[in-house]
């Protein structure tokens, strides 16, 4: 059976509280039931790693 992650979940896995995903341009959800969106961790995952400005505060040496 495949799980889907919830708003939370999301939030969770990304680090961040859930009331800060509005900041975010989430990926379109895998799964819809009714009005309740749901995301594979894999889809999570690849956007978390490719999102715009991820990791751009870190002072370089140099």
Known sequence: MQRYLSRSEVAKLIGV?????GRYKLPDPDAMIGSIKGWLP???????VARPGR???KVKNG
């Open 42 to 48: 894999e889809t999570i995952e690849q956007w978390h």
């Open 17 to 21: 509280k859930p009331d800060s995903l």
């Open 55 to 57: 990791g751009n505060w």
